[in-house]
């Protein structure tokens, strides 16, 4: 469009660059100038030829308001365009010529004289200058001044000054004609270059308007595959509005999924949290029982170093009563031994008493006692013999046990020191337990935060993809309306490139 | 007279007679003290002699001293047990009595209900004394 206006803008310059009024104006005052310095130059002419006698001296004093009438006439039309009134100095140097040449006519011999070619000039003149009516009016005024002349002569009216013949006259003749065609040939040249500088600005502008069309035309066809282009882009954007809102639809979906999850994960963090709270008060009383039951295994522990030291003791008595059991079973060996001897004695005497005879029956009788005595201290020696026996085996059993009993004593103190160590290490398990319980609380309790922030976030992420959907669906709709203006874009370039072919 | 005497396992009878004493032996010394520079004592494991599975542990034993011309010998048992002034002694039959190689035993001994064969110590120990090497004698 711009470049339309500014086609239309250089087609109206075109149109009136040779009416242009400042060229006029410039070129009318060149030719006012033209015109005094032609008009002053015969008269200097007809002043230098009156003084050395050619021409009567008589045409010296006219010389001098021709060339006051000339002045005034430039003067004045130089000034009018000086003013910018154009109209006004062409109208002031044609017809202020006209009646000069008039005046002329008059002071050079009347309608018969040389002066009389003159009228041509204005009425030249006014076919450059002057408007439309100019020439038509100079010609008639011109005749009308012509006629007034003829008849005022005729009727004896109006003398002419100046009236020669002969020689003079054609000097005169000569010099008015040469002024005058001078001054036409002058007028023609300024016609002729303005003429000429007129076709070239045509053809430059037909040139100008002829390359602003075709980039015109490029501007159109380029229009054209823009217009293409954007159909082509309106409809892609349709397609990715499509499925711009499709996704926008589904990340709200996604998002509402994805916002029950975090709800549901917040609820799970808030059991988790209670259960944390009740993992580290357990931990706790944990702790503290763990605390007793160390104290316990302390005690137990010196209770075992009690009970090793006093099995210790019971087995140094024992071992020390067995020790004495074998004195006494050493003993009683010995009075076994004295048992049978005595036997063996009571039995020999019994023998030499019975071999006495009758001597020897007393003697046999204390034998006998003696004898059964020692029978009875020997079964009485053997029974204490197997008591202490018994006594011995019971002893070393005791020994045994007692050795066995500290040995278990000491695996006791043992597995009561390692009892200690993992009751201590159950005491730092506890006390870490403890205090991941509070530290999971408190992670649980950010993050249900967290949770809660993540599901208010999700919220406004899902109001912004309801939001984007709906922009989406704006953004289809303008699609398929760019779509459509693309569409009749390239429908009216189609057609303006038809007509233009 | 009957001298009742146990071994290891076996219970039998002896005459007294046939012995000088009865002592206790439980060590070398009871047995040196048996024993002469000329003639010493020999020690016999009586029940091991008479059944070779009737072997006694070593330890205290009862002597009975047996004199032979030569050396005397001493049968150890475990005890002895006790003196019979009246016994009835039932001599073997000629049967069996007429089968054995030595007449170690002469009777049989009805004491307690229960028999007991009366040995003919004197009779063992020379036996004992016949079958010993001779450097051993």
């Given amino acids: 469009m711009r470049q339309f206006v500014r086609s239309s803008r250089f087609l109206g310059l075109a149109a009136d660059l040779q009416g242009s009024e400042t060229d006029r104006a410039r070129l009318l005052v060149r030719l006012a100038l033209a015109f005094a310095g032609a008009v002053t130059i015969g008269a200097i002419l007809f002043a230098i030829l009156s003084l050395i006698g050619i021409m009567p001296s008589s045409l010296v004093a006219t010389t001098i308001p021709i060339i006051l009438i000339v002045v005034i006439i430039a003067g004045a039309t130089a000034m009018a365009v000086r003013m910018g009134s154009n109209e006004l100095a062409t109208s002031v140097f044609l017809y202020g010529t006209l009646v000069f040449v008039a005046a002329l006519n008059y002071m050079a011999g009347g309608i018969t004289g040389p002066a009389i070619i003159g009228y041509s000039f204005p009425i030249v003149a006014a076919g450059m200058f002057g ?32 009236i020669t013949d002969g020689t003079i006259r054609l000097i005169s003749f000569a010099i008015f004609l040469v ?45 054209v595959e823009l217009g293409s282009d954007l159909a082509q882009s309106a409809s892609e954007l349709l397609s990715s509005s499509h499925e711009q809102a499709g ?127 020692a029978n009875r201290a020997l079964a009485a020696a053997k029974e204490v013999k197997g008591v202490i026996a018994e006594i011995q085996k019971a002893t070393n059993s005791a020994v045994l046990a007692a050795e066995e009993g500290g040995k278990e004593v000491e695996r006791g103190v043992e ?87 | 007279m009957i001298v009742l005497i146990s071994t290891a396992t076996r219970r039998y009878a002896i005459r007294r007679d046939d012995l000088t004493s009865m002592q206790v032996v439980a060590t070398d010394q009871d047995l040196a003290s048996l024993s002469t520079a000329e003639r010493p004592a020999i020690p016999i494991d009586l029940g091991a002699l008479l059944d070779p599975a009737d072997r006694s542990a070593p330890g205290r034993k009862h002597g009975l001293v047996v004199p032979l011309r030569r050396r005397p010998i001493v049968f150890l048992v475990e005890r002895v047990e006790q003196s019979i002034e009246q016994a009835t002694i039932r001599p073997l039959p000629t049967l069996i009595s007429g089968c054995l190689r030595d007449i170690w035993a002469i009777g049989v001994l009805d004491f307690d209900d229960q028999l007991i064969i009366l040995l003919d110590l004197r009779a063992v120990a020379r036996s004992s004394m016949a079958q010993r090497p001779v450097a051993t004698r």
């Fill in chain 1, 131 to 162: 408007r439309s009516g100019d020439v038509v009016r100079l010609f008639i005024l011109g005749i009308i001044f012509y006629l007034i002349a003829a008849i005022g002569e005729a009727s004896g009216l109006i003398v002419p000054l100046n």
């Fill in chain 1, 247 to 373: 996704g926008a639809t589904q990340q709200a979906s996604a998002v509402s999924e994805v916002s029950t999850t975090i709800e549901e994960l917040g609820s799970t963090a808030r059991q988790i949290a209670l259960a944390a709270e009740q993992v580290a008060e357990a931990s706790q009383r944990t702790l503290e029982n763990l605390s007793e039951g160390q104290d316990a295994v302390d005690r137990s522990i010196q209770a075992m170093d009690r009970i090793r030291s006093r099995m210790q003791d019971v087995s140094a008595r024992v071992l020390n009563l067995g020790e004495r059991s074998q004195q006494i079973g050493e003993i009683i060996d010995l009075i076994n031994d004295l048992s049978d001897e005595t036997h063996l004695l009571a039995l020999n005497a019994a023998i030499e008493a019975a071999g006495a005879g009758e001597h020897g029956r007393r003697f046999a009788v204390v034998a006998a006692e003696v004898k059964s005595l």
């Fill in chain 1, 179 to 223: 002024a005058s065609t001078g001054l036409i040939g002058y007028l023609a040249l300024i016609w002729s270059s303005s003429t000429a500088r007129f076709v070239a600005q045509r053809e430059a502008q037909a040139e100008e308007l002829f390359r602003t069309n075709q980039r015109l035309m490029e501007k159109n066809i380029q229009q």
């Fill in chain 1, 415 to 501: 597995l009561a020191h390692s009892a200690g160590e993992v009751m201590n290490e159950i005491v730092m398990v506890a006390e870490r337990t403890a205090q991941s319980g509070s530290e999971i609380s408190l992670a649980t309790a950010q993050q249900q935060s967290a949770s809660e922030q993540v599901v208010e976030t999700m919220r406004e992420i899902a109001d912004v993809a309801r939001r984007t959907a709906a922009g989406a669906r704006q953004v289809q709709d303008s699609a398929q309306r760019l779509t459509a203006i693309a569409n009749r874009l390239h429908g009216l370039s189609a057609t303006d490139s038809g007509q233009r072919r």
